[in-house]
């Protein structure tokens, strides 16, 4: 018979069963090399970087050429070969790099240097974005340089008429004004117009399609468009472009298309010719009146139009301009009313006779009208102010006076200055300096005229007699010639010029300069003082006298 005795496990034999192993286990795994993420150093693949120095710039205002540094670093060990490719993400412009292809060696940079010839819009904004990309076998990177093309010199677009009415079978027209802003000049010109909603039975163009500006002007270009006899009534919007080298601007110009319209109108103005001088302001009086039962808007325009070329052009920078205030009149049936024309000449030392083309429209129904406007030739384009402009000078000395010589309508040259006297061989008369140069100056973006000093000195010798002269100052610049006066009081230099020092002969001169009256009555007064003065002398002995002690006896 076999028996079983049980395993009894007590909770102490436990305990020291787990100290064991937990002692057992520090020793053996202290004995190995301790680890961690930290110390494991993962090698990765040759590779290399792209960058762009500057990333961001902004277009020099002068729009001379712009350059950025493409900086190409290796990575892990990479070399090779690197192919650059060039992507304009928004804008375009031509650009330069001289290599394309660069080699980079294993833990070296090399740099390339791209160049931007043009603003990559042709409008102020921001910006123009050029990608770079370079990729060699597998690899790829790339990098943007951003370019803002800056505010600067500009113009502004503007439609006369806020937009044409007219009939099938119908002509109309409106007068586009470009205005210089920020002292900018040169060709702005405009491409075809063009349709920017449903389609449009007719046919539209400009009347010379270029404005030359010059700094702080405006000119203007006349959009002309046709209604085909099928046109269908409605509305349409025509975009109108104005370009310039660095610059664009668009505007809109709504065309409504009208049935026809009955009865007819006439345009008259009064006066039909003008005569102005430069940088002068006149109206005229545009008349509508209506008949044969004609009633609607009518559309005021002007145009100038010079026949300085082979063919007529507008948009003379140097000719007057028109202006229609209002440039829409609603007539009644038969009705009549007016407007102002406004004519306006430049601050320029120009003449020539101009013409002013006013045209009237209402639907098919157009009329023209022709102003005369005739600018004279300028008389002056300087002046000449002394000061003082009368002097008293003494003969054997000197005396001298200020020329102030101003430019008129911005007149830039040369000024040669000359004296004449009244009286040659008297005194002398000489301009310290003979030529002075006057230059217009810039002020808050305007022209302003400027003006040049001079110092006039006049001279004589001591035996020249007395006498007013006058002392002509010339200015002449080319055909135009100007000329102020100099007053000079001579005196002479003798002892009769100097006031006396004597003062015997100056109560003499005074006594007997006095008037009869006065000098008799002034014996007069000196007598009776000294009659009183004896007479007081003479009573004041005769009481000294009286007072006499009378005890006193003579022995």
Same mark, same amino acid.
């Given at each position: 018979m076999?028996s079983?005795?049980?395993?009894?496990l007590?909770?102490?034999?436990i305990i020291?069963?787990?100290?064991q192993?937990l002692l057992? +286990?520090?020793?053996?795994?202290s004995?190995?090399?301790?680890?961690?993420?930290a110390?494991v150093?993962a090698v990765?693949s040759?590779d290399f970087s &792209?960058?762009?120095?500057?990333?961001f710039?902004?277009?020099?205002?002068?729009?001379?050429?712009?350059?950025?540094?493409?900086?190409? %670093?290796?990575? $892990?060990?990479?070399n090779g070969?690197?192919?650059? $490719?060039?992507y304009w993400?928004?804008?375009s412009s031509?650009?330069?790099i001289?290599l394309v292809?660069?080699?980079?060696?294993?833990?070296?940079?090399?740099?390339?240097t791209?160049?931007?010839?043009?603003?990559?819009?042709? #409008?102020?904004?921001?910006?123009g974005?050029l990608?770079?990309?370079?990729?060699?076998?597998?690899?790829?990177? #790339?990098?943007?340089?951003t370019?803002?093309?800056?505010s600067g010199p500009?113009?502004?677009?503007?439609s006369?008429l806020?937009? &044409?009415t007219?009939?099938?079978?119908?002509?109309?027209?409106s007068s586009?004004?470009?205005t210089s802003?920020?002292?900018?000049?040169?060709?702005? =010109? =405009?491409?075809?117009?063009t349709l920017q909603?449903?389609?449009f039975s007719?046919?539209?163009?400009?009347?010379?399609?270029?404005?030359?500006l010059?700094?702080?002007?405006?000119?203007s270009?006349m959009?002309?468009?046709?209604?085909a006899?099928d046109a269908?009534?409605?509305?349409?919007?025509?975009?109108?472009?104005?370009?310039?080298?660095?610059?664009?601007?668009?505007?809109n110009?709504?065309? $409504?298309v009208?049935?026809?319209?009955?009865?007819?109108?006439e345009l008259?103005?009064?006066?039909?010719? !003008?005569?102005?001088h430069?940088?002068?302001?006149?109206?005229?009086?545009?008349?509508l009146r209506? =008949?044969?039962?004609?009633?609607?808007?009518?559309?005021?325009?002007?145009i100038?139009?010079?026949q300085?070329?082979p063919l007529?052009?507008?948009?003379d920078?140097f000719?007057?301009?028109?202006f229609?205030?209002?440039?829409?009149i609603?007539?009644?049936?038969?009705?009549?009313?007016?407007?102002?024309?406004t004519?306006? %000449?430049?601050n320029?030392?120009?003449h020539?006779n101009?013409?002013i083309?006013v =045209?009237?429209?209402?639907?098919?129904?157009i009329?023209?009208?022709?102003?005369?406007v005739?600018v004279?030739?300028?008389?002056k384009?300087?002046?000449?102010e002394s000061d003082?402009?009368? &002097?008293?000078a003494?003969s054997?000395n000197s005396?001298s006076?200020?020329?102030v010589?101003?430019?008129?309508?911005?007149?830039a040259g040369?000024?040669n200055l000359?004296?004449?006297?009244?009286s040659?061989?008297?005194?002398?008369?000489r301009v310290g300096?003979?030529?002075v140069?006057?230059?217009?100056q810039?002020?808050?973006?305007y !022209?302003?005229?400027?003006?040049a000093?001079a $110092?006039?000195?006049?001279s004589s010798?001591?035996?020249?007699?007395?006498?007013?002269y006058t002392?002509?100052v010339r200015?002449?610049?080319?055909?135009?010639?100007?000329t102020?006066?100099?007053?000079?009081? !001579?005196?002479s230099?003798?002892p009769?010029?100097?006031?006396?020092?004597?003062t015997?002969?100056?109560?003499?001169?005074? &006594?007997?300069?006095?008037?009869?009256?006065v000098?008799?009555?002034t014996?007069?007064?000196?007598?009776?003082s000294?009659?009183?003065?004896?007479?007081?002398?003479?009573? #004041?002995s005769r009481?000294?006298?009286?007072s006499v002690?009378? +005890?006193?006896?003579?022995?």
């Amino acid at each position: 018979m076999h028996s079983i005795c049980p395993v009894s496990l007590r909770t102490p034999n436990i305990i020291v069963a787990i100290f064991q192993l937990l002692l057992f +286990s520090t020793l053996f795994l202290s004995s190995l090399p301790y680890w961690s993420p930290a110390n494991v150093q993962a090698v990765g693949s040759p590779d290399f970087s &792209i960058a762009l120095s500057p990333s961001f710039a902004v277009y020099p205002q002068d729009m001379s050429q712009l350059s950025s540094s493409i900086i190409l %670093t290796s990575e $892990n060990g990479f070399n090779g070969v690197i192919d650059l $490719n060039f992507y304009w993400y928004n804008g375009s412009s031509d650009i330069f790099i001289s290599l394309v292809n660069p080699y980079l060696n294993s833990g070296r940079s090399v740099t390339e240097t791209v160049k931007i010839f043009s603003p990559p819009l042709p #409008s102020t904004g921001c910006c123009g974005i050029l990608g770079v990309t370079g990729s060699s076998s597998s690899l790829s990177h #790339s990098a943007n340089l951003t370019i803002a093309v800056p505010s600067g010199p500009d113009f502004a677009l503007s439609s006369d008429l806020p937009s &044409i009415t007219l009939a099938p079978g119908a002509h109309g027209q409106s007068s586009v004004t470009v205005t210089s802003i920020d002292s900018v000049g040169g060709r702005v =010109f =405009f491409p075809p117009a063009t349709l920017q909603n449903s389609r449009f039975s007719g046919g539209w163009s400009f009347y010379l399609d270029e404005v030359w500006l010059v700094p702080g002007s405006r000119g203007s270009v006349m959009f002309q468009v046709y209604a085909a006899v099928d046109a269908l009534p409605g509305s349409y919007v025509f975009k109108i472009t104005g370009s310039s080298f660095s610059h664009s601007h668009s505007i809109n110009l709504t065309v $409504n298309v009208s049935p026809i319209v009955s009865g007819d109108f006439e345009l008259t103005i009064n006066p039909e010719t !003008l005569v102005m001088h430069p940088n002068t302001s006149i109206n005229a009086t545009m008349s509508l009146r209506g =008949f044969d039962g004609f009633s609607g808007s009518v559309y005021l325009s002007a145009i100038e139009v010079s026949q300085c070329c082979p063919l007529p052009t507008t948009g003379d920078p140097f000719a007057p301009r028109a202006f229609a205030r209002p440039s829409q009149i609603m007539l009644g049936i038969n009705g009549f009313d007016n407007s102002n024309l406004t004519i306006e %000449t430049p601050n320029l030392p120009l003449h020539g006779n101009y013409t002013i083309e006013v =045209f009237a429209q209402s639907g098919s129904i157009i009329h023209a009208f022709n102003l005369t406007v005739t600018v004279p030739p300028v008389q002056k384009l300087f002046t000449i102010e002394s000061d003082p402009i009368s &002097i008293i000078a003494i003969s054997g000395n000197s005396a001298s006076s200020t020329l102030v010589i101003r430019s008129i309508y911005d007149y830039a040259g040369t000024v040669n200055l000359s004296t004449t006297v009244s009286s040659p061989g008297s005194i002398q008369a000489r301009v310290g300096s003979e030529v002075v140069k006057l230059q217009p100056q810039v002020q808050n973006q305007y !022209l302003i005229g400027s003006l040049a000093i001079a $110092n006039l000195t006049i001279s004589s010798s001591s035996s020249t007699p007395s006498g007013t002269y006058t002392i002509t100052v010339r200015g002449t610049a080319g055909a135009y010639m100007y000329t102020d006066h100099v007053i000079v009081k !001579l005196v002479s230099s003798g002892p009769s010029a100097q006031p006396s020092t004597s003062t015997s002969s100056s109560t003499r001169s005074n &006594i007997f300069s006095l008037p009869i009256t006065v000098f008799y009555g002034t014996i007069a007064a000196l007598v009776i003082s000294v009659a009183v003065a004896v007479s007081l002398l003479v009573w #004041s002995s005769r009481g000294k006298k009286d007072s006499v002690d009378p +005890s006193m006896t003579t022995i």
